[in-house]
């Protein structure tokens, strides 16, 4: 009589299977979930040098209005910036004295002089800069004021500059964009003036003004003599409304390793790659610094969530001390790393014009590890592992092929063995389950996708405010439909090889991946798939071991030779589960012995799914081995039962620890873009990809899952599904924005107000405003992706003298003058505003000059080949009156007065100032009639746009 071996807790059978699989999994997604919805604590005692509750202080004065540059409160803010400067200055020298110690010395620079003409693509800019910079000399630094001489550059090794701009949109109060890193700039200079804490280069704070409006703020920078100063930077930024501070992008490995020094570092390089594929469009100072001026640096901005992102919820309270203190903790040490380093590899080198950084650096790889870990390592260091493992990979597992048919226990892909006496087949079912993955891995997949697809159809927005629910519906799609089909391939064809086949099918997956992503880091730089190589590298390992067990099999000739005999086989081989003789298909012959109720065959599925082996009932002494897993091929009776555990513990954790947080920050930054016109299907299909790359590695076991945790799966699934497809995609938490501008016809007095936005949604809206009641005109934008509804009126107060509201019509005044055969000047001034224009309607400027403005810097210079179409106009000064010379020739033969055509377009001002209710009619009234669940936003830099056309 046989007696039941004990229970394995580690054998590859459906109760280990199931429990270890689901613990492990769950051991790190729950604790990845965890770490990306919360911000790391902010410490309850101030460290030495920084001063978190004046951070908070600072914070809740600057955001007390919106203060975009083009607004008096912006005035205000600046003023106050120097006061504050000026303040924690003397404070720091005055508690040196007190410890009879001393501070660097430091230079307050009020930068009003500094003017920019620049030209990108069919649009040209004069702007006049409001920056203030804080000096902070390093002891390194040469004891010389070599600005204060015209034209002279500064020498030596160079420092540091730390940029964030104090101008907020004139919808938004500026909490994360940027307040937190004004404030943080501050506390900054008090570290940095605490004796303990001067730098060894010199450290340049920067407070720009004009981030918000074409990043004028940080060209105008280019300008300063400290501009030939500063090697490197960091700059800080907010693209979302609080949460944590990313590394948004960084320029090479050795400002990075800079950052990594971060108590609570947080990001991955292919938010960078998102920025040099073109996939995020919109742009901060880093593409100014890095790009144009160039410098090597950090971007380290805020990134979620996008809903309050340039509205009235960017503000003190929807934020917290905990993300300002994730802001300044890696503001400080990325600083401190940058202004201490005592080597060559930032050394600016002396030119005529200042100092130019030491080289472009190495490209590098860097992500976070649980938010407080941090990798960063060379983009060649990536390539080459991927190289060595895409080659060695590969030969590894031909070489074992080939011991294993040396050894004769090469099994895989072999249907049947000859004897060679008797010239008789021997069937091994050695091919069976190879052809299973197709199926088990398509399906699901496919099925994700055509959600994806079903839910961008009927409900595109979901997304934005149920992220999770998305999330779960993938999911529970993906892994219900690989254990239903696994069980249904397993149960028709039982093979012992479906863990090996499973692993060999993602191996060579995951090898053709890496190929593309090592494509990428070779002739792209990409790295943003560095998590392909770990992937590769843990599948490679699973893959192997499979092949490795198959050492532990009898040799085929003696597996033939106790086939052949028809005995028992000796412990170890397994028993005949019916006569492998024969073919597999073939059907026992019954005797008077058999049973009436064939015991091998399941006859349903459903109890097939339910039982873990062979019951008592179905094991008759003496037919089976215990060491045979239901009716799977009897040779496989010696392979290791643990092995399973070593595959999944070199798979499992490597890939959700690496592919989950990304998984989880894509989602965050992308899931409320559709908003803004990017295509939501963009992101249902991502998170159908990245459920597909979570959970393929539960492949090679799920068919060994119960039915439990599945079937629950599916009825999540259906749950999910039907609130995906019916649920209202907005909240008062997850506002939907509004994009709102207004356009004033000066010459007709004409007010045109227009709301921009998602359909259905934005035609919601309109049709509760009072003012827009039945003369909605509503059409799509090609241009903005999204529909832009208009109406007539209420006409803006935004011109006043007192409390008298001035005529519009003389808001803007300008005149035109004939200064050559193809040139003319205009003269322009707007009342309240310091931002006018010059718009074309056909005809292209091939050039223009403000008269008493800065020469054109080179650097700026990328006009189109269509020539310039807009000329927009900055003052410092309120009521600025513009001169303004522009060409029309395109060759010297070329004459305006030769034009058979007039020459038309319109001079317009904007204004932007929207701190007082009454001020902007229509935009008070959005705010009080839209649904809870919409938020306004401007649509371009000016609120109210008013205009006067002109024909040469």
Same mark, same amino acid.
């Not at 249904?488 to 039982?494: T, Y």
């Not at 189109?864 to 900055?874: A, K, N, P, T």
């Given at each position: 009589?046989?007696?039941?071996?004990?229970?394995?807790?580690?054998?590859?059978?459906?109760?280990?299977?199931?429990?270890?699989?689901?613990?492990?999994?769950?051991?790190?997604?729950?604790?990845?979930?965890?770490?990306?919805?919360?911000?790391?604590?902010?410490?309850?005692?101030?460290?030495?040098?920084?001063?978190?509750?004046?951070?908070?202080?600072?914070?809740?004065?600057?955001?007390?209005?919106?203060?975009?540059?083009?607004?008096?409160?912006?005035?205000?803010?600046?003023?106050?910036?120097?006061?504050?400067?000026?303040?924690?200055?003397?404070?720091?020298?005055?508690?040196?004295?007190?410890?009879?110690?001393?501070?660097?010395?430091?230079?307050?620079?009020?930068?009003?002089?500094?003017?920019?003409?620049?030209?990108?693509?069919? /649009?040209?800019?004069?702007?006049?800069?409001?920056?203030?910079?804080?000096?902070?000399?390093?002891?390194?630094?040469?004891?010389?004021?070599?600005?204060?001489?015209?034209?002279?550059?500064?020498?030596?090794?160079?420092?540091?500059?730390?940029?964030?701009?104090?101008?907020?949109?004139?919808?938004?109060?500026?909490?994360?964009?940027?307040?937190?890193?004004?404030?943080?700039?501050?506390?900054?200079?008090?570290?940095?003036?605490?004796?303990?804490?001067?730098?060894?280069?010199?450290?340049?704070?920067?407070?720009?003004?004009?981030? &918000?409006?074409?990043?004028?703020?940080?060209?105008?920078?280019?300008?300063?003599?400290?501009?030939?100063?500063?090697?490197?930077?960091?700059?800080?930024?907010?693209?979302?409304?609080?949460?944590?501070?990313?590394?948004?992008?960084?320029?090479?490995?050795?400002?990075?390793?800079?950052?990594?020094?971060?108590?609570?570092?947080?990001?991955?390089?292919?938010?960078?790659?998102?920025?040099?594929?073109?996939?995020?469009?919109?742009?901060?100072?880093?593409?100014?610094?890095?790009?144009?001026?160039?410098?090597?640096?950090?971007?380290?901005?805020?990134?979620?969530?996008?809903?309050?992102?340039?509205?009235?919820?960017?503000?003190?309270?929807?934020?917290?001390?905990?993300?300002?203190?994730?802001?300044?903790?890696?503001?400080?040490?990325?600083?401190?790393?940058?202004?201490?380093?005592?080597?060559?590899?930032?050394?600016?080198?002396?030119?005529?014009?200042?100092?130019?950084?030491?080289?472009?650096?190495?490209?590098?790889?860097?992500?976070?590890?649980?938010?407080?870990?941090?990798?960063?390592?060379?983009?060649?260091?990536?390539?080459?592992?991927?190289?060595?493992?895409?080659?060695?990979?590969?030969?590894?597992?031909?070489?074992?092929?080939?011991?294993?048919?040396?050894?004769?226990?090469?099994?895989?892909?072999?249907?049947?063995?000859?004897?060679?006496?008797?010239?008789?087949?021997?069937?091994?079912?050695?091919?069976?389950?190879?052809?299973?993955?197709?199926?088990?891995?398509?399906?699901?997949?496919?099925?994700?996708?055509?959600?994806?697809?079903?839910?961008?159809?009927?409900?595109?927005?979901?997304?934005?405010?149920?992220?999770?629910?998305?999330?779960?519906?993938?999911?529970?799609?993906?892994?219900?439909?690989?254990?239903?089909?696994?069980?249904?391939?397993?149960?028709?064809?039982?093979?012992?090889?479906?863990?090996?086949?499973?692993?060999?099918?993602?191996?060579?997956?995951?090898?053709?991946?890496?190929?593309?992503?090592?494509?990428?880091?070779?002739?792209?730089?990409?790295?943003?798939?560095?998590?392909?190589?770990?992937?590769?590298?843990?599948?490679?390992?699973?893959?192997?071991?499979?092949?490795?067990?198959?050492?532990?099999?009898? /040799?085929?000739?003696?597996?033939?030779?106790?086939?052949?005999?028809?005995?028992?086989?000796?412990?170890?081989?397994?028993?005949?589960?019916?006569?492998?003789?024969?073919?597999?298909?073939?059907?026992?012959?019954?005797?008077?012995?058999?049973?009436?109720?064939?015991?091998?065959?399941?006859?349903?599925?459903?109890?097939?799914?339910?039982?873990?082996?062979?019951?008592?009932?179905?094991? &008759?002494?003496? &037919?089976?081995?215990?060491?045979?897993?239901?009716?799977?091929?009897?040779?496989?009776?010696?392979?290791?039962?643990?092995?399973?555990?070593?595959?999944?513990?070199?798979?499992?954790?490597?890939?959700?620890?690496?592919?989950?947080?990304?998984?989880?920050?894509?989602?965050?930054?992308?899931?409320?873009?559709?908003?803004?016109?990017?295509?939501?299907?963009?992101?249902?299909?991502?998170?159908?990809?990245? /459920?597909?790359?979570?959970?393929?590695?539960?492949?090679?076991?799920?068919?060994?899952?119960?039915?439990?945790?599945?079937?629950?799966?599916?009825?999540?699934?259906?749950?999910?599904?039907?609130?995906?497809?019916?649920?209202?995609?907005?909240?008062?938490?997850?506002?939907?924005?509004?994009?709102?501008?207004?356009?004033?016809?000066?010459?007709?007095?004409?007010?045109?107000?227009?709301?921009?936005?998602?359909?259905?949604?934005?035609?919601?809206?309109?049709?509760?405003?009072?003012?827009?009641?039945?003369?909605?005109?509503?059409?799509?934008?090609?241009?903005?992706?999204?529909?832009?509804?208009?109406?007539?009126?209420?006409?803006?107060?935004?011109?006043?003298?007192?409390?008298?509201?001035?005529?519009?019509?003389?808001?803007?005044?300008?005149?035109?003058?004939?200064?050559?055969?193809?040139?003319?000047?205009?003269?322009?001034?707007?009342?309240?505003?310091?931002?006018?224009?010059?718009?074309?309607?056909?005809?292209?400027?091939?050039?223009?000059?403000?008269?008493?403005?800065?020469?054109?810097?080179?650097?700026?210079?990328?006009?189109?080949?269509?020539?310039?179409?807009?000329?927009?106009?900055?003052?410092?000064?309120?009521?600025?009156?513009?001169?303004?010379?522009?060409?029309?020739?395109?060759?010297?033969?070329?004459?305006?007065?030769?034009?058979?055509?007039?020459?038309?377009?319109?001079?317009?001002?904007?204004?932007?100032?929207?701190?007082?209710?009454?001020?902007?009619?229509?935009?008070?009234?959005?705010?009080?009639?839209?649904?809870?669940?919409?938020?306004?936003?401007?649509?371009?830099?000016?609120?109210?746009?008013?205009?006067?056309?002109?024909?040469?």
């Amino acid at each position: 009589m046989a007696f039941p071996k004990a229970k394995n807790p580690l054998a590859f059978t459906p109760g280990p299977v199931t429990i270890i699989l689901t613990v492990v999994y769950l051991a790190l997604l729950i604790p990845v979930i965890v770490i990306h919805e919360n911000v790391p604590a902010a410490p309850r005692t101030s460290p030495k040098g920084l001063d978190l509750t004046e951070a908070w202080s600072d914070l809740q004065t600057l955001t007390g209005g919106f203060h975009p540059y083009n607004s008096h409160r912006n005035d205000i803010v600046r003023s106050w910036l120097l006061e504050r400067i000026d303040g924690i200055h003397s404070s720091s020298v005055a508690a040196a004295a007190a410890a009879n110690k001393t501070t660097p010395e430091v230079f307050v620079f009020d930068d009003l002089t500094s003017n920019l003409t620049s030209i990108d693509g069919q /649009t040209g800019v004069y702007f006049e800069g409001t920056n203030i910079l804080v000096y902070i000399r390093g002891w390194e630094d040469k004891q010389e004021n070599w600005w204060e001489v015209p034209g002279k550059a500064p020498t030596g090794k160079g420092g540091v500059l730390v940029n964030a701009h104090y101008d907020s949109v004139s919808t938004g109060y500026g909490a994360t964009d940027d307040g937190v890193g004004v404030v943080t700039c501050l506390q900054l200079v008090r570290y940095f003036l605490t004796p303990e804490h001067a730098p060894r280069r010199g450290l340049v704070v920067m407070f720009n003004n004009g981030e &918000e409006d074409y990043l004028n703020g940080a060209r105008a920078y280019s300008q300063h003599p400290m501009a030939k100063f500063a090697h490197t930077f960091v700059n800080l930024e907010g693209a979302g409304a609080g949460g944590r501070a990313t590394l948004f992008r960084s320029s090479d490995l050795e400002v990075t390793q800079a950052y990594a020094k971060s108590k609570s570092p947080f990001g991955s390089v292919l938010s960078a790659n998102g920025f040099e594929s073109g996939v995020v469009r919109s742009q901060t100072d880093y593409v100014v610094l890095q790009g144009m001026l160039g410098l090597r640096g950090l971007d380290i901005a805020f990134y979620e969530p996008r809903a309050r992102y340039h509205t009235d919820q960017d503000d003190a309270r929807h934020t917290n001390m905990d993300s300002l203190w994730h802001m300044i903790s890696a503001a400080v040490a990325s600083t401190q790393s940058l202004v201490s380093d005592s080597s060559d590899r930032f050394d600016g080198q002396d030119k005529d014009d200042g100092l130019v950084p030491s080289g472009t650096g190495t490209d590098a790889v860097w992500f976070d590890l649980f938010g407080s870990a941090f990798a960063v390592f060379r983009v060649h260091t990536l390539f080459a592992l991927s190289v060595t493992l895409l080659i060695v990979a590969p030969l590894t597992l031909l070489v074992t092929s080939i011991a294993l048919s040396k050894a004769d226990k090469m099994y895989l892909f072999r249907s049947f063995a000859r004897v060679d006496i008797s010239d008789e087949t021997i069937s091994l079912r050695g091919l069976r389950g190879f052809f299973r993955f197709p199926f088990i891995f398509a399906i699901p997949t496919g099925v994700t996708v055509g959600l994806a697809y079903l839910v961008t159809k009927i409900n595109p927005f979901i997304v934005h405010s149920s992220t999770y629910a998305v999330w779960s519906m993938m999911i529970s799609a993906w892994v219900f439909l690989a254990w239903f089909v696994s069980c249904v391939a397993d149960f028709s064809r039982p093979s012992a090889f479906h863990r090996v086949y499973t692993w060999t099918w993602i191996f060579v997956l995951s090898w053709a991946f890496l190929v593309i992503a090592t494509i990428y880091e070779n002739e792209r730089g990409l790295a943003g798939g560095y998590f392909m190589l770990f992937y590769f590298a843990g599948t490679f390992l699973a893959t192997w071991i499979s092949y490795l067990e198959l050492f532990s099999l009898p /040799t085929k000739t003696e597996y033939i030779g106790c086939s052949t005999q028809g005995s028992r086989r000796p412990s170890g081989f397994g028993a005949l589960s019916g006569d492998e003789n024969q073919d597999e298909d073939e059907v026992e012959a019954a005797t008077e012995s058999t049973s009436l109720l064939r015991s091998q065959q399941r006859t349903t599925f459903a109890n097939y799914v339910n039982v873990a082996g062979h019951t008592d009932e179905e094991v &008759e002494e003496g &037919e089976y081995d215990p060491n045979v897993y239901r009716h799977e091929q009897t040779w496989s009776a010696s392979l290791p039962r643990w092995t399973w555990i070593l595959q999944l513990l070199l798979t499992v954790p490597i890939i959700l620890t690496l592919v989950a947080p990304l998984s989880l920050f894509l989602t965050s930054a992308l899931h409320q873009t559709g908003q803004d016109g990017n295509p939501s299907l963009f992101v249902y299909m991502s998170i159908a990809i990245l /459920t597909t790359v979570l959970f393929m590695p539960m492949l090679p076991f799920i068919h060994r899952y119960t039915y439990h945790i599945p079937i629950f799966l599916f009825f999540v699934l259906l749950g999910t599904l039907i609130y995906n497809l019916v649920a209202f995609p907005f909240s008062d938490a997850n506002r939907m924005k509004v994009y709102f501008s207004q356009q004033v016809d000066l010459d007709q007095g004409n007010t045109t107000t227009y709301l921009t936005g998602a359909l259905p949604f934005v035609e919601d809206v309109v049709r509760g405003l009072p003012s827009a009641g039945g003369q909605t005109d509503c059409v799509w934008k090609e241009a903005l992706s999204r529909t832009q509804c208009s109406w007539t009126g209420p006409e803006p107060h935004v011109v006043s003298s007192g409390n008298v509201s001035s005529p519009s019509s003389d808001w803007v005044s300008f005149t035109t003058e004939s200064t050559g055969h193809s040139s003319v000047r205009f003269e322009i001034s707007g009342q309240n505003t310091r931002s006018c224009r010059i718009t074309m309607d056909g005809h292209p400027i091939t050039n223009f000059n403000v008269v008493g403005g800065s020469a054109p810097d080179k650097r700026f210079l990328h006009p189109s080949q269509d020539g310039i179409h807009e000329v927009r106009l900055w003052s410092r000064d309120w009521e600025n009156k513009w001169t303004v010379d522009v060409d029309f020739s395109k060759n010297e033969d070329t004459t305006l007065i030769a034009e058979s055509a007039p020459i038309t377009g319109r001079v317009s001002c904007i204004w932007s100032d929207n701190n007082s209710p009454g001020l902007i009619p229509a935009l008070d009234e959005v705010r009080q009639y839209a649904p809870a669940w919409a938020t306004v936003t401007k649509l371009t830099d000016g609120l109210v746009e008013g205009y006067r056309k002109f024909e040469l």
